[in-house]
């Protein structure tokens, strides 16, 4: 790790937050729970806190990379000190209530939060297609049966003799968000891009037949049809944690700085 972002914080220190880092070089800070401190200063180089109100002066954003606990925890208090936050576990917005807190404490303080596009791709086309007539948008996630260890699906499935692919998930992008808190970030992604928490289908599908997580999109509307489909693959070093979603941290970071961006 070399080099220092000097005037970004990042809450979490896991392997996305590692992979950031990575790249942009050392933060000023990092948010931790309790107790962490001494792991997180050795995974991040930097001087850990454990709340935003300690975080040192001159920082320009705070990247969050901490999950939905992270995201629940800090995300107003730095938001009501005036930073941006950049945002990236977003299944925790399928709450209405962290959601309009989150929206008052940056108008409050005249700060911006930002929403990452994670491990998706076709949001701004989404995003464009809500301004003039988007009607139908179903998202559809697929990982092979031991992507869904530890989840709901465990319960509805024996994905331990799986032989063909089995659904173990239809229903709104919320409900979907709100039942697999470790899963879909990407169906909130959507969601937020589209036509909203409630009115965006999501089907999740255990695959024995494929060996990367499959993320597909689908909308019709004014505009025409949209398909998109994405094989995510991991971290090198922490295969359940997507490349992707690392990366879309990257650049949000270094768009802050640049005179073009895309999108």
């Known amino acids: 790790m070399t080099g220092r972002e000097s005037d970004i914080a990042v809450i979490g220190h896991g392997p996305v937050a590692r992979a950031l880092v990575a790249v942009t070089g050392r933060p000023a800070a990092?948010?931790?729970?309790?107790?962490?401190?001494?792991?997180?200063?050795?995974?991040?180089?930097?001087?850990?806190?454990?709340?935003?109100?300690?975080?040192?002066?001159?920082?320009?954003?705070?990247?969050?990379?901490?999950?939905?606990?992270?995201?629940?925890?800090?995300?107003?208090?730095?938001?009501?000190?005036?930073?941006?936050?950049?945002?990236?576990?977003?299944?925790?917005?399928?709450?209405?209530?962290?959601m309009t807190e989150l929206a008052a404490a940056?108008?409050?303080?005249?700060?911006?939060?930002?929403?990452?596009?994670?491990?998706?791709?076709?949001?701004?086309?989404?995003?464009?297609?809500?301004?003039?007539?988007?009607?139908?948008?179903?998202?559809?996630?697929?990982?092979?049966?031991?992507?869904?260890a530890g989840s709901p699906a465990q319960d509805i499935l024996d994905l331990a003799v799986l032989a063909a692919p089995a659904t173990h998930f239809e229903g709104t992008a919320r409900a979907c968000a709100l039942a697999y808190p470790k899963n879909a970030n990407v169906a909130a992604a959507v969601a937020l891009a589209g036509l909203g928490f409630d009115a965006t289908e999501a089907r999740l599908v255990a695959d024995p037949t494929i060996g990367a997580n499959l993320h597909e999109i689908e909308a019709e509307g004014a505009f025409g049809r949209l398909t998109f489909r994405i094989e995510g693959r991991g971290l090198p070093d922490t295969p359940r944690s997507s490349a992707l979603t690392a990366m879309s941290l990257v650049r949000a970071v270094r768009d802050r700085r640049r005179a073009v961006t895309f999108g």
């Open 30 to 98: 990092v948010i931790c729970r309790p107790g962490r401190e001494t792991a997180a200063e050795a995974a991040m180089g930097a001087p850990a806190v454990t709340e935003a109100a300690t975080l040192p002066e001159g920082l320009d954003c705070v990247v969050e990379a901490g999950g939905h606990a992270g995201l629940r925890a800090h995300g107003a208090a730095v938001l009501d000190r005036g930073l941006d936050l950049i945002a990236v576990s977003l299944g925790a917005l399928a709450d209405d209530s962290l």
């Open 106 to 148: 940056a108008e409050r303080a005249g700060a911006r939060l930002h929403l990452a596009t994670g491990t998706i791709g076709a949001l701004d086309a989404l995003s464009a297609a809500r301004e003039g007539g988007l009607t139908r948008v179903v998202y559809t996630g697929r990982k092979p049966p031991t992507g869904w």
